[in-house]
């Protein structure tokens, strides 16, 4: 079974503009996560998403959004780049299988880095 | 912001030398998970234990927690130099909107070990 996949894997942007990122989950997982991982803040929780609908998110400023397809893909979109969003965004999927957290697995990640 | 600490922040050890490293978390939990991370990359999932279980092993791991004192470690028996990485504990919060999907992490070990 394929694992999850991001792209772009690297990505450099300047201050002011939009990014957009990809994530395709483990077939058969229907829960994403993304998270933002930085030296200094280490890894926070931005959102996660279930069946195209945003069920939890982090305390991170309306600039960073995301979405679900229909087929579990999903991603996220941050606005108006600033040189702090410069980090490692890792997506995860799970199975989500009820009332229990799950184990998540976790893509390569995507390096951003705002110049 | 994160959930707990972990410590030592960085283990140096030699190969076949056992590696102890602590996490230690601030509320209540429904499991804990221990993660994997090399260089920058994205996150392996190691092990998870649910917050009515005590100790459990997975091959050269062996994961203990202790729900009154809110902590946990993770044992890595006869190290390999492949095990150099980083480390992290993540904790799930009790069933409800603000767990789902979520994992809060600790800050990481990092942990070297030499041939």
């Not at chain 1, 998270?35 to 400023?61: A, D, I």
């Not at chain 1, 991603?75 to 199975?95: P, Q, R």
């Amino acid at each position: 079974k394929a694992g999850v996949t991001q792209t772009p894997r690297y990505l450099i942007k300047t201050r002011g503009q939009q990014v957009t990122l990809s994530c395709s989950p483990i077939s058969g997982h229907r829960s994403v996560s993304w998270y933002q991982q930085t030296p200094g803040q280490g890894l926070q929780f931005l959102f996660e998403y279930f069946s195209e609908t945003q069920r939890n998110k982090g305390n991170f400023p309306g600039r960073f959004s995301g979405r679900q397809f229909s087929n579990s893909r999903s991603e996220m979109n941050v606005s108006t780049l600033e040189l702090g969003d410069s980090a490692l965004y890792l997506c995860a999927s799970s199975l989500d299988r009820g009332r229990d957290g799950n184990e998540q697995f976790f893509g390569p990640g995507t390096r951003l880095t705002v110049l | 912001s994160q959930q707990g600490e972990e410590d030592p922040q960085a283990l140096s050890i030699q190969e076949g030398e056992n590696a102890t490293m602590n996490c230690s978390y601030k509320t209540s939990i429904n499991n804990l998970q221990w993660y994997r991370q090399n260089s920058g990359r994205g996150l392996v999932h190691l092990i998870l234990i649910r917050s009515n279980e005590r100790e459990k092993h997975s091959g050269r791991l062996r994961v203990t927690l202790d729900t009154s004192k809110k902590s946990s470690s993770l044992l890595i028996t006869a190290s390999r130099a492949a095990d150099t990485a980083s480390y992290f504990c993540a904790t799930v919060r009790p069933a409800g909107g603000t767990s789902y999907g979520k994992l809060t992490f600790g800050q990481g070990t990092i942990l070297t070990v030499h041939p």
